[in-house]
């Protein structure tokens, strides 16, 4: 079964405007929280990771939020650029090593003009 | 990060034939992993690779159809046999880079795959 849920399964945000991806999950095991950017016919890509000790990371335009409480967390894209459309994944991965990665369904990201 | 080289990049293959994906990674790594992503779907884990081990599957995906190989700590293929059009997907190796007390995942460029 999907073990993270991820939304929206699409956005259209116009440019210099702030994308806003949400994700949730219920098993409270997962201990390192990613998200990829996946371009047409590439591999998907890491943006930005989180451990679950910490509310906030930010690394230039890409923020992740992170709500242990509500075991959830979100991918915020500041100033969206054209370039930025794409297919983001975020993902969770059960503690220890050795454990892929579980992923969302994906949201895809028009960024306008 | 890791560099993963893939190949093929795409192959467009007959029913019931077999193609064979290869993964190389630039450095050694304990854990390698195949997934599949069906065209604007997610990724799904098909089989854990460690080396000197035997794969691990995932439920729906059994050795007799995606045999896996793990020679090494740099290598791994990813056999897809007696190939139906259902299977026509994306195949991605994935390998997991633990560096100190942190640690990361690194996808290679995937093997597009056309069954016909």
């Known amino acids: 079964q999907q073990q993270v849920k991820q939304s929206p399964q699409s956005l259209i945000v116009q440019k210099g405007g702030i994308s806003i991806i949400n994700c949730a999950y219920e098993n409270t095991a997962f201990d390192y929280f990613p998200w990829y950017q996946q371009f047409p016919g590439k591999g998907p890509a890491l943006l930005i990771a989180?451990?679950?000790?910490?509310s906030e990371k930010k690394e230039g335009r890409f923020t992740i939020s992170f709500n242990k409480s509500a075991k959830q967390f979100s991918l915020h894209i500041m100033d969206s650029q054209p370039g930025d459309s794409a297919t983001y994944f975020c993902a969770a991965r059960l503690s220890n090593s050795g454990y892929a990665l579980n992923f969302g369904k994906g949201t895809s990201l028009l960024v306008t003009p | 990060s890791a560099v993963i080289s893939q190949k093929p990049s795409r192959d467009i293959c007959q029913r019931g034939t077999s193609l064979t994906i290869q993964c190389q990674v630039d450095?050694?790594?304990?854990?390698m992993f195949w997934y599949r992503q069906q065209p604007g779907q997610s990724l799904t884990l098909i089989a854990t690779a460690n080396q000197g081990s035997e794969a691990t599957y995932e439920s729906g995906f059994v050795i007799d159809k995606f045999p896996i190989s793990r020679p090494n700590l740099t290598f791994s293929t990813l056999t897809v046999s007696n190939m139906s059009p259902e299977d026509s997907s994306i195949y991605l190796c994935?390998?997991?880079?633990?560096?100190?007390?942190?640690?990361?995942?690194?996808f290679g460029s995937g093997t597009r795959l056309t069954v016909v």
């Open positions: 450095s050694q790594v304990t854990m």
């Open positions: 989180i451990r679950p000790d910490v």
């Open positions: 994935s390998v997991e880079e633990l560096k100190g007390a942190n640690y990361g995942y690194t």
